[in-house]
């Protein structure tokens, strides 16, 4: 337990340390063992977020959630049940955090939620905006990936394959997490702060952590 509280004491520091009044660069990297144990890795999963990962349409000249400086780190691991999840999400320099979640859906598009992470690990409803600034850890808990699971549909699949149970989605790179920021003002989509469908993302697989 004192090592995994190392290793998420190191990841806050660094995330915090890059949420000063200079923006840190969206290129940042964090590359840390996500929790210190010696079992199998296949238990540990994770990935870094920034706005670059997003999926997002604007018209020309209009704000993306790339405009961003947030950044965040999402942190699992699958308890020896092989159902049970302990998280803890991260996210810093980044205004009116309202909600966020693991989706469905392969890099590059977009899916459905699967599991909410924040504000709470049960089906909404997402907070009301404006929520002021967010420089730490965001969330953490347990959640049961039991009975949960993405629909071929949703990773690209013929809708006749069966649904892919929500572990496995993972664990095959199929899955993401979404942190979604929303003023509280229309329109939407106005600038970093404001990206209701999204504001920092990243791909959930082996290769992040």
């Known amino acids: 337990m004192l090592g995994r509280q190392i290793v998420f004491g190191a990841i806050t520091a660094v995330l915090v340390a890059c949420s000063t009044e200079t ?15 010696g079992a199998n890795s296949d238990i ?10 997003e999926v997002f349409v604007a018209a020309p000249g209009a704000p993306t959630p790339a405009d961003s400086k947030g950044q965040g780190q999402a942190i699992f691991r699958v308890n020896d049940d092989g159902t049970t999840v302990d998280f803890r999400l991260i996210a810093s ?24 992470l924040y504000p709470n690990t049960v ?21 049961s990936a039991a009975g949960k699971a993405c ?21 095959a790179g ?13 329109p939407p989509n106005t600038g970093p702060g404001d990206f209701p469908g999204g504001e920092i993302r990243g791909q959930l697989d082996h290769e992040n952590h």
């Open 23 to 37: 923006p840190a660069p969206t290129a940042f990297e964090l590359r840390a063992p996500l929790y210190a144990v």
């Open 44 to 53: 540990n999963i994770g990935t870094h977020l920034t706005g670059d990962e």
């Open 93 to 116: 320099n980044i205004f009116n955090v309202v909600q966020a979640h693991i989706h469905c859906g392969r890099k590059g598009t977009n899916g459905p939620i699967s599991q909410w």
């Open 123 to 143: 089906a909404g409803p997402a907070l009301i905006g404006p929520t002021g600034r967010q420089s730490g850890v965001l969330a953490t808990g347990t959640f």
């Open 151 to 171: 629909s071929a549909v949703s990773l690209g699949q013929p809708a006749t394959n069966p649904p892919t149970p929500l572990l496995a989605a993972i664990r």
């Open 174 to 186: 199929l899955a993401y997490v979404n942190v979604h920021t929303n003023d509280g003002a229309a």
